[in-house]
């Protein structure tokens, strides 16, 4: 197989030839055929998280289909498209894998950080945590729903049933929660980076109610908003859009420091929340209604191989959508 490897923390990604993996009892292996790009990925190689492992290959928005089943795996042919996502193992022992939270296991293993990932021409992962994809869409406007889509669609939830949506940094995964919270009946208002106009027009294409930028006040107050951009300047802003008893919630894995603000911006019973990685089950809620939801991924593709372009392309915030490497 072929991959993209960071060999050391905050050096380019080399493109190197390594073995097959094999599977091993109760995982499959991947032949990969397309792998988003997220801004996990980024904070992965910037050395942004904890704990990585290193020699690493990143990618945790992985479209393939299975060409070899380690032992005991059932439900599972060779053949079968599946979607890997972020959350690639848990412990299943823990007080949260015990209460339906596996998203914050003590012990878990994630796909592209602590386990190796999609950008690649091949992966083996742990066959419980993969996704049975079906044959409707393309290999490449799905990869962006298996996270950006997933955290999304999390992030959703813990905001609540307001109708008013407020969503901070329209790249990849509000591009899609956009189109999900419309098919709710939702309206959404679009925070981009003050003056970048050609995102806000993107976000208006989508259908969005208002499109603006984070240092504007909505027209409407909102019910609650989603901050998907990694920038801790943006929850006073948020708060302040938010109406008396609204949600404000973190969808991000990382964020700069949140500057100190007036706590009469919280007060009313105003929430702040955090989301944290994502559940097997909201990815089996999101993955069996998202056929009726129309969405409509834009990507921007990249060969394998130009993994380093994409992780700067998004850097720089040069498309809008997402991007994904095609191997
Ligand atoms: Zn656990
Ligand atoms: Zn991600």
Redesign the pocket.
């Known amino acids: 197989m072929h991959a993209m490897v960071m060999k050391e923390l905050g050096k380019p990604l080399e493109w190197l030839e390594l073995p097959d993996p094999l599977p091993q009892a109760g995982e499959i292996r991947v032949k990969v055929a397309a792998c988003g790009v997220?801004?996990?990925?980024l904070h992965v190689v910037d050395g942004e998280l904890p704990h990585p492992q290193v020699p690493i290959i990143p990618g945790?928005?992985i479209v393939g289909r299975i060409d070899a089943l380690g032992s005991g795996v059932k439900d599972l042919e060779i053949g079968q498209r599946v979607g890997i996502p972020?959350l690639g193992h848990t412990c299943g022992v823990c007080p949260y894998c015990k209460t339906q939270h596996e998203n914050l296991c003590d012990r878990p293993i994630f796909t592209g950080y602590t386990r190796n990932g999609g950008f690649a021409t091949a992966t083996v992962v742990d066959a419980r945590f993969a996704f049975p994809l079906g044959d409707k869409g393309s290999d490449e406007s799905l990869a962006p729903l298996l996270?950006?889509g997933l955290?999304g669609w999390r992030s959703l939830g813990i905001a609540g049933e307001g109708k008013n949506l407020g969503l901070y940094g329209f790249g990849a995964a509000a591009h899609i929660l956009a189109q999900v919270a419309k098919w709710q009946g939702r309206s959404v208002y679009a925070f981009t980076q003050p003056g970048d106009l050609a995102t806000q027009d993107f976000a208006r294409s989508l259908g969005v109610t208002w499109a603006g930028g984070s240092d504007e006040r909505p027209p409407q107050e909102l019910d609650a908003a989603i901050i998907f951009a990694p920038v801790g300047a943006l929850v006073p802003l948020a708060l302040k859009s938010v109406r008396k008893g609204g949600r404000v919630v973190c969808a991000g894995i990382h964020m700069s420091d949140i500057p100190s603000f007036p706590y009469s911006l919280l007060w009313e019973e105003r929430q702040l929340l955090s989301v944290a990685n994502l559940t097997r089950q909201d990815g089996l809620d999101f993955l069996s209604q998202m056929p009726d939801m129309g969405i409509v991924a834009k990507t921007t593709t990249y060969p394998l191989q130009q993994a380093n372009e994409a992780l700067a392309d998004l850097r720089a915030g040069r498309f809008d959508g997402a991007a994904v490497l095609l191997p």
Not at 38 to 41: A, G, L, N, P, S
């Open positions: 997220c801004r996990t990925d945790h928005e972020w996270c950006a955290i």
